[in-house]
């Protein structure tokens, strides 16, 4: 593992000093493999960051991600105005442990700054209600941007990925070009962590099919289908608070402030990062590793081999905003 | 109006209902407060599972063994962990409801004729590529159409269909089991046989304690092999194989169905064993039948089973000593019929799910005088 400036990797970038090992394309699109662009953004469990905040930390941690000077000049290497961008956020926990209504506005912003009209921006999860609890307000119209839940509308037909065979929800097969993981860093008591590529278990009809062998390969397979793998752009993890212990469920023992926003264009690169970070604290605590405690993260390695992204920590570069 | 196919079937078998017995569903939309979709599901504790530490539970329904922690599901998607407490999210929530004749289920050795009022919830506890009701069996009672339908209701629509019989079936009634044993219950005090159509796939504690309200049981036995079981089915043969040993020990009617899938379970090698194994362990008197394969769900690329096989497996069977062995989803075959081991003439002659001339008397044969193992009466 490395650590970097945003400046450095722009250096970087910019003399192509990484092509061949971290820079380059992954599914047809520009991706920086094994990089994670890492924002400081502090707040006491249960409280708001105020906006200015948010508004920095994403900001900072989009940039990083990808080398850029700002935010916006981040968001529009990504995202054309021509896309409908689909924000999948993982409310499973409600409010305290779900994605920050505040962060995932600030992204919406960003991206909106980059020239996409805010009604062809996104935010959703499985239903208005897990919506609801997590703060969120939906949106079905108006000018700030769409909120609203899947609400069973999946494909009528099941398609087949790896190992699974699921209805996808329309949101990725049909309505959006353009997906952004927005997860939080989290312990899950099977996978071993829940954080940007889990979150996709969201889309698919039948996810609780897929649970078993620390949901591996289903993980990857989910990732890997067409659906997620050609229109992902962009894996988005709010770790201001985070749980290493007692996931996915929200515990109140397991929850420890990382006061860290992540931005990757690498979906395994990001889930790496926070794997990491919830074994040292796991380590601090005295608590067994999660492969000692019978939850062996197995996706990662698996999701590398299908070429989504970079799960070698040596490969890992860490970059400030 | 545009609908998916999920909820055209839903609507369909519905529908059939409203034409066939109009007064059911009003009745039953007025006295439960019609439909439940979408919103906070009813959820009822589970009775078979026990709570682990931190929250977490271990299911004790199937043999999958689910260990589920807060918030999640189980693979049935139907059993949901609150706080260190499992429910089951579908007890009294039937997604499908129909009157079938009781030949559809199939059970060909009770009542022959007579209707079975048919139900089945969301889910299942396994997930078998071949699914013929994957709408309803791979998806979660969230993601359906479902009338809440309390086992007095139940009971009382099916008498008023002129039901003789439940059948718990469509989807995986092990699934809902908390839900078919409170309609058996109610079923038996009510003077009407409850039945169940299953995959088999329960751990034997909540099967014992299930079967002696039943009054007939059919499983699915999916495969001979193991093999087939983890890649087809994503459950286990064994069980299974327990399963039916039990039921045969508590002297609940069995009829066994065998799904033939061209290339994947139709060899005669593991015909001949599993005809073998009937034979030993459950006795030549419990009925087969072979069905025939169409393409549906993630095995749309075989074709449907040919006739030679399945009436090679029907050999198989009498080969092996079999008395009663049937062929499903060809209508019109010889083999749909029941004949008497005694004498060889037709006691039962079938057309698909029709009856069109019965023969026995008092459950004998009328011309040898041989006894027919059956439920008649």
């Known amino acids: ?321 | 109006m545009t609908i998916d196919r999920r909820k055209l079937i839903v609507l369909g078998t519905a529908g059939a209902a409203a034409a066939l017995h109009p007064p059911f569903l009003r009745a039953a939309a007025a006295q439960s407060g019609s439909s439940v979709s979408g919103g906070e599901l009813p959820a009822r504790e589970a009775s078979w599972y026990k709570k682990l530490d931190e929250g977490r539970v271990e299911c004790e329904l199937c043999p999958q063994g689910c260990k589920v922690a807060d918030m999640e599901r189980g693979m049935c998607g139907n059993r949901e962990n609150r706080g260190g407490t499992y429910y089951t999210l579908v007890h009294s929530l039937a997604c499908s409801i129909h009157t079938d004749p009781v030949e559809k289920k199939p059970l060909f050795h009770v009542l022959p004729g007579e209707k079975a009022f048919s139900f089945a919830t969301a889910g299942c506890n396994v997930e078998c590529k071949f699914c013929q009701n994957w709408e309803i069996s791979q998806f979660r009672p969230e993601q359906v159409q479902a009338y809440n339908l309390p086992p007095d209701k139940l009971v009382a629509a099916a008498l008023r269909n002129g039901a003789r019989l439940t059948a718990a079936t469509y989807g995986e009634p092990v699934v809902f089991w908390e839900y078919v044993r409170d309609v058996a219950i109610a079923a038996n005090a009510a003077g009407v046989k409850p039945t169940v159509v299953t995959n088999g796939f329960i751990q034997e504690k909540p099967l014992r304690e299930v079967l002696p309200l039943l009054s007939a049981i059919k499983v699915d036995l999916k495969s001979f092999r193991d093999e087939f079981y983890q890649q087809q089915v994503r459950g286990k043969l064994e069980p299974v194989l327990k399963s039916l040993q039990v039921i045969k020990e508590i002297g609940v009617w069995l009829e066994v169905v065998v799904l033939l899938v061209p290339t994947l379970n139709d060899s005669a090698a593991e015909v001949s064993d599993l005809c073998a194994w009937v034979r030993a362990k459950l006795g030549p008197d419990v009925p087969v039948h072979f069905t025939r394969f169409h393409p549906t769900y993630r095995l749309t690329d075989l074709p449907p089973t040919p006739v030679q096989s399945l009436e090679r497996a029907w050999k198989i069977g009498h080969d092996a000593g079999l008395n009663y062995v049937y062929l499903g989803n060809v209508p019109g075959h010889p083999g749909e019929n029941t004949t008497c081991p005694g004498c060889g003439g037709i006691l039962i002659r079938r057309v698909g799910f029709q009856v069109l001339s019965n023969r026995l008397v008092n459950g004998s044969c009328p011309d040898c005088h041989r006894s027919i193992p059956g439920v008649w009466s």
């Open chain 1, 1 to 321: 593992m490395r650590k970097l400036t945003r400046r450095e990797l722009a250096l970087m970038l910019g003399a192509g000093a990484l092509t061949g090992t971290a820079h380059g394309r992954l599914w047809g699109r520009s991706v920086q493999p094994g990089v994670v662009g890492l924002a400081e953004a502090r707040a006491v469990l249960g409280t708001p960051l105020g906006p200015e905040t948010a508004r920095l930390a994403m900001a900072g941690a989009l940039a990083a991600s990808v080398g850029a000077e700002s935010g916006a000049s981040a968001a529009a290497t990504l995202f054309s105005p021509k896309d409908v961008v689909g924000i999948k956020v993982n409310c499973l926990a409600g409010r305290v442990l779900s994605p920050r209504v505040e962060l995932v506005e600030a992204l919406v912003d960003l991206i909106a700054e980059a020239g996409v009209d805010r009604g062809r921006i996104i935010v959703f999860e499985r239903s208005n209600r897990e919506l609801q609890r997590a703060g969120f307000t939906i949106r079905e119209s108006g000018p700030s941007y769409l909120c609203v839940g899947i609400n069973n509308d999946y494909d009528r037909e099941p398609s087949t990925s790896g190992a699974i065979g699921s209805c996808f929800a329309r949101m990725v097969s049909t309505t959006c070009s353009a997906l952004v993981s927005f997860g939080v860093v989290k312990d899950h008591d099977l996978a071993g962590v829940s954080a940007g590529m889990k979150n996709w278990y969201g889309v698919i009809h039948n996810p609780n099919k897929y649970h078993q062998n620390g949901c591996d390969p289903y993980i990857t397979d989910v990732a890997r289908h067409p659906y997620i793998r050609n229109k992902l752009r962009l894996t988005i993890l709010d770790g201001v608070n985070a749980q290493c212990h007692g996931g996915p469920a929200f515990r109140q023992g397991g929850i420890f402030e990382l006061g860290m926003v992540a931005a990757s264009t690498d979906p395994v690169a990001a889930d790496l990062w926070a794997w990491r970070e919830i074994e040292s604290e796991r380590a601090k605590r005295g608590l067994p590793t999660l492969e000692a405690a019978g939850r062996p993260v197995r996706f990662l390695a698996t999701a590398a081999k299908q070429g989504l992204g970079v799960d070698n920590p040596e490969k890992l570069l860490l970059v400030s905003a």
